[in-house]
């Protein structure tokens, strides 16, 4: 049984599987499985589930790691972390940019990079933060390691798959798919269009960008919440043109539209340095990244390190532009941004590594204070958070609910937790996705999502490499990935919102646009190769 299977960009066909068969395109033998690798996920079972319950125990009864030095319990805290991680990772050979590794990579940043400022720097690591609890620093620990240690035993109910199994769950792309690819990619250069123009209309007549122009970061979001920015212009620079970016690398076949992906990327990025925003620019890049990996570009260890240094620059680098109006920006400016010399910030005179850490610390005061407060003084919040957040999967809910004389008075967890942190201040450090789900359900919650995170990436990955002839499920699956990478530093409406919106979009938008289905010419840059059984 032979089936005809796209190439693979530069390296000669695509690969039958993400397990080093990358480049692949000869006949694939029976024998070609991993029964060692399945033979060692079955036996990490057992003591995965035994630590998994530990730790749940731990979080329970509310204490910390049975270490005495805060230093010798962050070393294990990373050190558990980054080796669940790398478990999961090797046991499936996942890439580097596979869905699962930017999750874990992204949750291991947000949740350990304090505990690592600590190994540098003591207790001067959390001189930024205005409430310190070291009690509460200590118990957040164990609630850390639950969430990746859970994350590692969803990964493992997952069975291990080798190239035979892969290549027999792939199918070339019919005519009906490629008609689909042409008609999605011509929607992903509207929406691209449209919030271009919109950004550009709205700034030359004095709204959106001209408030960060005229006062930076904190103008610019000043106006928003205050309403003076248009919710359309608002929604169009966070979401539908990072959105029509990843629209626009899902439906690439070719070197060109693989370039076209990539450079449509650099103007994003520029409007999100100008308002400030770090979170867009980097999940979009690292998505984008990923999913250039699955339409076919080659990228080695080589470019993922560059990726990973981009990200790296651009974290504090943003953070330290936020002081300055886009209208006194200049050489120096940002050469002072990118070195950590920008009086008032909190990199001032940071090393590189020192200045990221310190970038990425802030959320864990969030998990700080909720295991501070919860249970002791507030309840868990028995999901009514998540059930809170399913609103903003309601359509135009800013016109149809006040027609229909409904109010939603919700209080999201990223102002609940202001409150206990900062009192009286509009704007703090977001949320962070391990403390809400505490915050719902204790250890449980925290135990039931970070299982289905394994579980269900792992199993999305597999989708998104034997599904690639498929340009709206890629799509899809690209939104909602980058929505989730947002959500790690956020509430749940983020993903609620990409599950939503993301499927008009991919799925219904399309459908009243015209496309021709008898088309079948082979797809630019791509060769045939023939997968025998």
Known sequence: MTGAAWGRGGNGGRPVGDDGARGWTGPVPMAMGAPPREYARVVLLVPATLVTAWLALLVLRHEPLPVDDLGAAATITALFCVGATATALALHRLHLLSFPALFAGVTLLFTCSPLLLYRLEGYDAFSIWEFVDLTSVLVAMPVIMLGFSAFLLGALLVPTRGPVALARSWRPPSPADLARRRVLRQVGFVIYAVCAGLILASTLTGQGLAFAFEGGYSAYHGAKRAGDISRLVGVSVAHLLPWSLLILTATSVSRRERRQAVLLTAPFVLVMLAVGDRGGPIATMAVVASGLYLVGSRVGWGRVLGIGLVIAFLIPTILN?????????????????????????????????????????????????????????????????????????????????????????????????????????????????????????????????????????????????????????????????????????????????????????????????????????????????????
Do not use: C
């Open 321 to 533: 532009l936020r002081q300055v109006p886009i209208s006194d920006w200049s050489t120096d400016t940002i050469v002072n941004a990118a070195t950590n010399r920008v009086e008032g910030t909190n990199t001032f005179r940071d090393d590189p590594i020192t200045g990221f850490l310190v970038s990425m610390s802030s959320p864990y005061q969030t998990l700080m204070a909720t295991v501070g407060v919860v249970p002791a003084q507030e309840p868990y919040h028995m999901g009514r958070d998540y059930l809170g957040s399913l609103v903003v999967a309601i359509p135009f809910r800013s016109v149809i609910l006040p027609f229909l004389g409904a109010e939603i008075d919700r209080l999201p967890p990223s102002q609940w937790v202001l409150q206990i942190l900062h009192p009286g201040r509009k704007a703090g450090p977001g949320y962070l996705q391990l403390a809400e789900a505490y915050l719902q359900f204790g250890a449980a919650g925290v135990v039931a999502l970070y299982l289905l995170f394994g579980w269900s990436l792992t199993r999305l990955w597999r989708s998104a490499l034997a599904r690639v002839s498929d340009p709206r499920l890629l799509s899809f699956l690209l939104i909602v990935m980058m929505e989730t990478l947002l959500w790690v530093r956020n509430s749940s409406t983020l993903i609620v919102r990409a599950v939503a919106w993301g499927w008009v979009l991919v799925y219904v938008l399309p459908a009243f646009l015209p496309r021709a289905e008898g088309s079948a010419e082979p797809l630019p840059g791509r060769r045939a190769v023939a997968l025998t059984r």
